[in-house]
């Protein structure tokens, strides 16, 4: 039997309205430890987005490094293999690759594919072994795909035919790797139809623009190891393609599911059994009203803020523990002073406010300007996804933007979020300039 534990988007160095997640990475990261000694698995996969920026703080990289350092002294016998995902740096995720090879991680960020030049397979295609020693799979490690890994005849014309050649290539050769009785595996960071995305914190990545459909994974591969979607979820009624979701919420509309990691058991060329470790929650996340509530007017939410409880601020040197509060206010007119009463009402409660909105109806069909569609909104709540949104509707009679042209600012954003080839950009721009009918720049 083969067992692997399953985990991805960690977004280390992530930061949800200004509060530094790292205590809740550092519990999680230590809890990770106990369940690899617990189910003593033979390969530990990381589906991508490790870090949250593709310029991660010292710290970040070092919460990594120890948790790699710890985990193979716990298990030198561990294979420990980690894939690119859209918010990784793919030079900077493989500039320590040399080095930590020969500590039994494996790292993919990215094909290095180059001109005229195939692509490394043998990089791409790595031997599993069970307690034995003996090879009992064969996993295609396929990262997070971006213009330059593809194909060049087909990235600007078809994408999601470009990824599909991708994995075409790798997992045929991975099957003429296979003996009788090796299972066939493969990573990958991207978005399937089907899939189930949050609100918030994802954004569609290439390879996601339309999503792909989840026959790219033939049934003759007994496990799918997906990242991106911070969701944990099957995929297509599959058991054995699987998104293993983000350790921690990352963002508010994230607090009301459990989060986890999976373990994988394979048998022979099959999948056993899929079991999920739910990963304990360090830091509650509040939501007033609830998500299903529409929002309250100021007095329903100053009483029920006042009903919060009680509880006292952190001692000095400790951290924050106290749950992370979104709060939604219904008005059709600013209100002087809001921000204040709001924070004169959880005097003393177990609540820190890290995001208020102020939600008011339009009240006629003239355009307005941007911060009159969310008053007291500050930018720092907005992602550019969502500002980009506002713009869009304030301009088109409050019309959401086409699915077409979301997709084509989710690909120039991520275009101008990470180092990348110089190619990348200016497909982006083309595509939605050719969408929008006029000039990207």
């Not at 180092?419 to 990348?424: G, N, Q, V």
Request: overall charge negative; proline content about 10%; glycine content about 6%.
């Amino acid at each position: 039997m083969l067992r692997l534990v399953h985990t991805s988007d960690w977004h280390l160095g992530h930061a949800l309205h200004g509060v530094a997640r790292d205590h809740e990475h550092a519990r999680f990261l230590a809890w990770l430890e106990q369940v690899l000694v617990e189910e003593r698995p033979h390969a530990l996969l990381i589906t991508g987005d490790v870090f949250d920026t593709a310029t991660p703080s010292a710290a970040a990289e070092r919460a990594l490094f120890d948790f790699l350092a710890r985990a193979r002294a716990a298990d030198p016998g561990l294979d420990i293999i980690i894939i690119g995902g859209n918010h990784d740096s793919a030079p900077r995720l493989e500039a320590p690759a040399s080095l930590l090879r020969a500590l039994g991680v494996h790292v993919v960020a990215s094909l290095q594919r180059r001109p005229g030049r195939p692509l490394d397979l043998e990089r791409l295609v790595v031997p599993l072994r069970g307690a034995g020693g003996e090879v009992a799979a064969w996993l295609a490690v396929v990262p997070f795909l971006r213009p330059a890994d593809l194909p060049p005849a087909h990235v600007a014309q078809d994408p999601l035919a470009a990824v599909r050649a991708v994995y075409d290539e790798v997992l045929a050769h991975a099957r003429a790797r296979r003996a009788p009785g090796q299972a066939l595996l493969a990573t990958g960071h991207l978005t399937l139809t089907g899939a189930e995305a949050s609100a918030e914190s994802e954004r569609p990545v290439l390879g996601g623009l339309t999503a792909l459909t989840d026959d790219l994974f033939a049934p003759d591969l007994a496990y799918v190891a997906l990242g991106h979607l911070h969701r944990a979820q099957a995929v297509g009624g599959r058991e054995g393609v699987r998104y293993a979701g983000s350790p921690i919420p990352l963002s508010m509309t994230e607090a009301g599911y459990a989060h986890q990691v999976v373990v994988v058991d394979v048998e022979g060329e099959a999948l056993a059994a899929v079991r999920p470790r739910l990963v304990p929650r360090t830091l509650d996340l509040l939501r007033l009203p609830g998500p299903d509530e529409p929002p309250a007017t100021l007095e329903a939410a100053l009483e029920r803020l006042r009903a919060l409880p009680d509880g006292p601020p952190p001692a000095p040197g400790q951290p924050d523990q106290r749950p992370l509060l979104e709060v939604r206010v219904a008005a059709a007119a600013p209100e002087p002073g809001l921000r204040r009463r709001v924070e004169d009402a959880l005097q003393g409660k177990a609540a820190r406010l890290v995001k208020l909105a102020l939600v008011a109806p339009a009240t006629d069909d003239a355009p307005r300007a941007l911060a009159d569609a969310a008053p007291h909104a500050r930018l720092s709540d907005l992602s550019p996804r969502e500002v980009f949104e506002r713009c869009w509707r304030r301009e088109h009679d409050d019309a959401a933007p086409p699915p077409e042209v979301a997709a084509a600012f989710d690909d120039l954003l991520a275009s101008v979020q990470r180092p990348a080839s110089a190619a990348d950009a200016p497909i982006a721009v083309d595509r939605v300039a050719a969408l929008t009918g006029g000039d990207a720049a």
